[in-house]
C-alpha cells in the first residue's frame, strides 16, 4: 500500500491539513493543473488600489515573501474577507505596520471595478469602496484567535485604464504558471482579456480534456 507523503502538494502547493492552498492560477487537488482561465481584466483597468490595517494578526518576517507559507495562508485569509465584500481582489501584499502599531499587518490590494458609465467618478467610487470596507461587519472578539480579521480601511484610490506595457500573448505568459506558459493564449471579451488554454469549456475550438 502506497503510504500519502506528508505534503502532497505540487507546483508550489501548500499543505493546509486537509487540502492543497494553490498559488494563483494552479488548480486541482493536489495544484496539478493550471487553471483554466485566468482574468487579467483587472490588468487593464480601472481599479482602485487600497490600504487597509489588520489588528487581530501578526505580521512575521516570512510575510515579506510572497511564495512563504505564512504570506500565503493570510493572502487567502484576507482574499475571502474582501471577496465577501462582492468584490474582485487580487493577491493582496503585506507589510509590517509601523509604530506605534507595530504588531498588525499592513495590507495593499487592488480591487477590480465593473465598467462604469462614461460620467461616473472613478474618485467616488474610489471613497465609497473605503466606506463599504470600514461599515463591514467584524468580529466581536479582535483577538488573535478570532474566526475572521479585524481591519481599517486607511486609503483608496482611483486609477484609470492603462495602456499595458506588454501585448496579450506576453502578459498571458507573464501570468501563467511557468512549467504550463506556453499553453495559453490571450482571448478578448466585451468586457476584458482572459488567458485560456485548448481546455477552457465555452471557447471556439476547445476539447473537452477530462480534467487535464
Same mark, same amino acid.
Given at each position: 500500500?502506497?503510504? $500519502?507523503? @506528508?505534503?502532497?502538494? &505540487? ?10 492552498? /494553490? !498559488? *494563483? ?53 484576507? $482574499?475571502? @474577507?474582501?471577496?465577501? &465584500? ?10 509590517? /505596520? !509601523? *509604530? ?71 502578459? /498571458? ?40
Amino acid at each position: 500500500t502506497l503510504v $500519502s507523503p @506528508t505534503d502532497p502538494c &505540487l507546483n508550489g502547493g501548500l499543505w493546509m491539513g486537509t487540502a492543497c492552498l /494553490c !498559488p *494563483p492560477n494552479m488548480d486541482g487537488p493536489r495544484c496539478e493543473f493550471g487553471a483554466t482561465t485566468i482574468n487579467l481584466t483587472a490588468e487593464l483597468g480601472p481599479f482602485v488600489m487600497m490600504m487597509a490595517r489588520v489588528t487581530n494578526r501578526d505580521f512575521s518576517e516570512d510575510m515579506r515573501d510572497t511564495s512563504s507559507p505564512g504570506h500565503r495562508r493570510f493572502a487567502e485569509e484576507f $482574499s475571502r @474577507t474582501v471577496r465577501a &465584500l462582492g468584490w474582485d481582489v487580487l493577491t493582496p501584499k503585506t507589510r509590517p /505596520c !509601523p *509604530p506605534p502599531s507595530r504588531g498588525s499587518v499592513v495590507v495593499n490590494y487592488r480591487v477590480q471595478l465593473r465598467p462604469l458609465p462614461g460620467n461616473a467618478s472613478l474618485e467616488h467610487r474610489a471613497l465609497e469602496l473605503l466606506a463599504v470596507a470600514n461599515a463591514a461587519s467584524q468580529p466581536h472578539n479582535c483577538s488573535a484567535s478570532a474566526d475572521g480579521l479585524c481591519f481599517t480601511a486607511t486609503s483608496a484610490r482611483a486609477t484609470r485604464a492603462a495602456t499595458l506595457a506588454l501585448n496579450a500573448t506576453e502578459l /498571458c505568459r507573464r501570468h501563467a504558471p511557468a512549467n504550463f506558459s506556453r499553453f495559453y493564449f490571450p482571448y478578448r471579451t466585451a468586457n476584458g482579456l482572459l488567458c485560456i488554454t485548448n481546455c477552457t469549456l465555452n471557447v471556439p475550438g476547445s476539447f473537452d480534456c477530462h480534467g487535464g
